[in-house]
Structure formats: structure tokens, C-alpha cells
């Protein structure tokens, strides 16, 4: 029986990764040289990443590490952006700096595969290649140009005929063709975060849980973050808030659209199917708007997207949905049992590409991976760890850009959700 709840305990990944670490509410008036603001990837990268070069950093996570979209997730490791494709991004940033950005995506994967080996994370991790089916063969055209433009950027990307598709997606309706990009791959995304955390302490950080920063003020020159049970003064504070940010700084909220989306997971599926579905255990994102993704975990269950136009009554909406998209895509599957559905907040940006903002002296944002942040999360906390060593702006991607605040952003977020409706049309229009 599917729940449906905000409560994290109904999240699938929740109840299969490893235990957290210790992170003790932060208690007293302390300083720091640099405090982070939100525990998931963003964060807890940027403080991995400083603590290693023995900056004395503090975590401030409102729940605990992975309690946002980070412990969520689809758990697909895409180091590609979801709109453009590397030629655009030269086009419009210049060749320098647009392949400095295209570099950065290409090779954030490695990182979080990279930092799974050396601290040895407990995730489930897969780097075997993240798939793109077409949904429908005029969907071809794009992912055409994607894979060549990818490989032109001398990414391993390749290009698949139907019958590989097939092959790989063990699915007859991905039957027009596709394109793999090698150093994808997929892992559990909550003991990714925790495995984090726990790098980060190994390194020296200090992770507080149950710790929601509360104000922000500049006292005496520096930084103070107040929390329930103390405060922090430093020099540099990092905004790592992304989907789940709240009036902290002015307009930081308005800079993004926070996306409410749902996930489903089925009951274990019998061994002799489960061989059939994703045989190569691959993760999948097809090429709808209204995204379609597919990936299995170690339990055999098969972890999809769910998309109900609204929330209300969305419990029930998603068990029947998901059964009928499953027969659809892997007739083999039966009349599987859905048993978790939970949900979680991402952040759009109107352009789809991650934004770095240096908001004052000493005060930075990382947010807005808009559906891709696994890989461009991770790297954007260490792109903030290099920003706040010193790093020159021309040295570091993305690039540092002025906060854009979103018009009319309290009436345009909460019909965000609208847009499903509008991309579902547009999905099956052709
Ligand atoms: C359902 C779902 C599926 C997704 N699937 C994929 C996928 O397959 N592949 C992919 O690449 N990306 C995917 N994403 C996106 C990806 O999960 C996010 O881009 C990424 O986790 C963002 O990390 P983050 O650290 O920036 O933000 P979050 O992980 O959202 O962390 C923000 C944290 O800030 C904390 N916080 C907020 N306010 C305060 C405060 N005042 N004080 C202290 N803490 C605070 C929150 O509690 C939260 O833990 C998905 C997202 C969702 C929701």
C-alpha cells in the first residue's frame, strides 16, 4: 500500500542507507572561519572540500544531512546539463568560459564517483553510464545533437540504435534509439549525503543536525548565524539551501522556482523479471519534459518519477499511474505493488543552469541545478571551497552571476506545478 507523506520515514531511501553519522545540535556562541548553511550535497561538499585544506568550517542543517532533496532523489548521476548541450553553452558564454563550464559538468560525475572510493561511501554506487531513450522518434533530432556535441567535447558519449536501447532498457516502448553518456552512473542518494557528512567530519568539519539557522546579521565585522541553541560568527557564510530556502537573505528565495516532485518505488521484484528491467542496471531519464525515470536499487525494487498535476489526492492518483506507466514501459513487471511514494523540493532556474552568487563580502550561494544537481551540487561546493581559498573568478565554473529575482516569483511558484500539464501536451504532441 503506497503512503504519501512529507515525513522523511516514507522515503524508500530512508529505511536502505547506512546509518547516519553524529551531528549534535550546535549548542553555545562559537566561531568558525567559514559557516554552511543547509546539509546536502551543496553544503556538505563545501565543507569537505575546506575542511580538507584545514579551514575550520561549520554545517548548520535544519533536519539532518540529506533531509532535502539530497536524501530524495532519483539517485541518477547525470554530469550533463537537461537543456543545452555543450556547442550553446560556447555560443552563448564564449569559448573560454564556455568550455571551462562544460569541463566542470562533464567531469562532476568523476568527483562524486571519485570521492565515493576515497572515503569509502556506503551507496550503492553504479558508474556504469546514465541512458536517454527517445520517448517518441522525433525525439531522435535532439539527442542526435546532443551525443555529437557531447562527443565533440570528447565526452565518451554513444550514440544507440532501438534494438540496443531495447536492449539496455529492457523495455519494448524505447524502441526508437537513444544515447548513453559513459561516466553516468547511479547511486543511493541518501547514504551518498550521509557518506558525506561523514567525509566531512573525518576532514575536520563540524555537521550540526536539528539546527536551522534562524537570522543572518552582521555583528563586529563578522558573519552571526543565530540557531535555536547558539550562534556561529565567521568570515564567510555559504548559502547551500537550494530547494528548501527560506527569507534568510533577502530576494535568495525568488531567485528560483522550488519544484515539488514526486517519487514511487515498488515492492521487490522477483529475480527472473528484475533481470529483464534495466539488465545492465543502468539508470534511465527519457527525453519528455514531464521527465520519465527509471532505476533499480539493490532490493530489486524499480524507483520512478511521479508526476501528479496536483497534490491533492496525489497518494492514490500516483498508485494507479505508476502501475499503468510500469505495464507500459515493462509489460514483464505484472501488477507489481507500489510501496513508497515521497516527495521533495527542486530548484529550477528559468535558464536551466546552476547558479554561484557572491551575494556580499564573504557571503556565497550555490543553487538551481534545476533536476541535475547530484553531480553539479557536489561540484559546486567545491567550486565555493576554491572560490573561498582565493580561487581567481576566471579559474572557477560556473562562473559568479548577480542574484536574478524572479517576477512576480510568489504568484509564479506555487503554479509552477501548472507547467506539468503544459509539458505532458507538449511530450506527446509530436
Ligand atoms: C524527487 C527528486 C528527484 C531528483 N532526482 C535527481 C536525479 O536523479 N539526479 C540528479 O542529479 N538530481 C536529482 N534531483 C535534484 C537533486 O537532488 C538536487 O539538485 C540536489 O540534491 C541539491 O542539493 P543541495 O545540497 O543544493 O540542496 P538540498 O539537498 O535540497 O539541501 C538543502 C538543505 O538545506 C536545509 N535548510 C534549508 N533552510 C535551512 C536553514 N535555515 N538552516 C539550516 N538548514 C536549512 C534543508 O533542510 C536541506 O537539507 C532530484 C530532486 C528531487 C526532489
Redesign the pocket.
Known amino acids: 500500500m503506497a503512503r504519501l507523506t512529507e515525513n522523511f520515514s516514507e522515503n524508500l531511501w530512508s529505511h536502505t542507507a547506512e546509518p547516519a553519522p553524529d551531528t549534535p545540535q550546535l549548542k553555545g556562541a562559537l566561531r568558525a572561519d567559514v559557516t554552511v ?8 561538499s563545501a565543507a569537505l572540500h575546506l575542511a580538507k585544506r584545514g579551514v575550520d568550517v561549520r554545517v ?4 539532518q ?14 554530469p550533463a546539463y537537461s537543456r543545452h548541450n555543450p556547442d550553446d553553452i560556447e555560443r552563448v558564454f564564449g569559448k573560454e568560459a564556455g568550455s571551462r563550464l562544460n569541463d566542470w559538468v562533464a567531469g562532476s560525475a568523476d568527483l562524486v564517483f571519485g570521492l565515493i572510493k576515497l572515503y569509502n561511501i556506503q551507496c550503492e554506487a553504479a558508474q556504469n553510464g546514465w541512458l536517454q531513450p527517445a520517448h517518441r522518434s522525433s525525439r531522435m533530432t535532439g539527442i542526435r545533437k546532443k551525443q555529437s556535441s557531447w562527443e565533440a567535447a570528447g565526452q565518451p558519449a554513444r550514440l544507440l540504435t532501438g534494438q540496443e536501447t531495447m536492449e539496455l532498457t529492457g523495455s519494448p516502448f524505447y524502441c526508437h534509439g537513444g544515447w548513453i553518456h559513459e561516466r553516468g552512473g ?1 547511486i543511493q ?1 541518501l547514504g551518498y ?1 550521509r557518506g558525506l557528512a561523514r567525509a566531512a567530519v573525518a576532514e575536520g568539519a563540524k555537521v550540526h543536525g536539528s ?4 537570522s543572518v546579521d552582521r555583528v563586529e565585522g563578522r558573519w552571526r548565524v543565530r ?1 535555536a541553541g547558539g550562534y556561529v560568527d565567521s568570515d564567510t557564510i555559504v548559502f ?7 527569507a ?1 537573505w533577502p530576494k535568495l528565495r525568488q531567485t528560483v522556482v522550488p519544484f515539488r ?3 514511487a518505488a515498488t515492492a521487490p521484484i522477483s529475480d527472473n523479471i528484475s533481470q529483464t528491467i534495466l539488465p545492465e542496471n543502468h ?1 534511465l ?1 527519457d527525453t519528455r519534459q514531464a521527465l520519465w ?1 527509471f532505476r533499480k536499487d539493490l532490493g530489486k525494487r524499480l524507483i520512478t ?1 511521479a508526476a501528479p498535476l496536483l497534490p491533492m489526492g496525489a497518494r492514490e492518483k500516483i498508485n494507479t499511474t505508476t502501475k499503468a506507466r510500469l505495464r507500459e514501459v515493462f509489460p514483464q513487471i505484472g501488477d507489481i505493488e507500489i510501496d513508497h511514494v ?6 529550477m532556474t528559468p535558464e536551466r543552469l546552476p547558479r554561484l552568487h557572491e551575494l556580499a563580502g564573504g557571503v556565497f550561494a ?2 538551481g ?1 534545476s ?7 557536489t561540484a ?2 567545491k567550486s565555493i571551497a576554491d572560490r573561498v581559498m582565493g580561487a581567481p573568478v576566471h579559474d572557477i565554473a560556473p562562473l559568479p552571476v548577480p542574484m536574478k529575482v524572479l517576477p512576480m516569483h510568489d504568484v509564479i511558484a506555487p503554479l509552477s506545478r501548472a507547467m506539468i500539464g503544459i509539458y505532458r501536451w507538449k511530450d506527446e504532441r509530436d
Open positions: 548553511i543547509g546539509g546536502g550535497y551543496t553544503g556538505l548548520l542543517e535544519a533536519e544531512p540529506g533531509f532535502g532533496a539530497s536524501g530524495r532523489n532519483n539517485g541518477q548521476v547525470i547511479h542518494p549525503a539546527s536551522a539557522a534562524l540557531t547551500a539551501t537550494n530547494g528548501y530556502t527560506g534568510l516532485t514526486f517519487h539508470g531519464s525515470a518519477t515521497w516527495e521533495g523540493w527542486i530548484a550555490g543553487m541545478y533536476g541535475r544537481g547530484i553531480a553539479m551540487a559546486m561546493g
